[in-house]
Nanobody
């Protein structure tokens, strides 16, 4: 199983990025797919989830209204659209797949700085 994140980079406060999680050897529509983030020295923090049934979503309060998690079943890919980025959003972002077993990607770095 492989989860590969991409789309991170340097963005100014107020800017946008779209993170991509490309999955192989699993079918993302059968998994609860989530994004987490981690800042050095801090615990990994859950950010958003899209459920396998009905595509319901859930968000960390601090990102509600700014981030959107979505899934493209044809591409077997999950996205995290991040708008109105803040300095506090800077972190390594990880993709997570859960359905009994749990899988993690290696992360993509998001830097928010002027």
């Amino acid at each position: 199983v492989q989860l590969v994140e991409s789309g991170g980079g340097l963005v100014q406060p107020g800017g946008s990025l779209r993170l991509t999680c490309a999955a192989s050897r699993i079918t993302v529509s059968n998994f609860v797919m989530s994004w987490y983030r981690q800042v050095p020295g801090k615990e990994r923090e859950w950010v958003a989830t899209i459920y396998s049934l009905g595509s319901g979503t859930k968000y960390l309060d601090s990102v509600k209204g700014r981030f959107t998690i979505s899934r493209d079943n044809a591409r077997n890919t999950v996205y995290l659209q991040m708008n109105s980025l803040k300095v506090d959003d800077a972190a390594v972002y990880y993709c997570n797949a859960r359905a009994g077993m749990t899988y993690w990607g290696k992360g993509t770095l998001v830097t928010v700085s002027s």
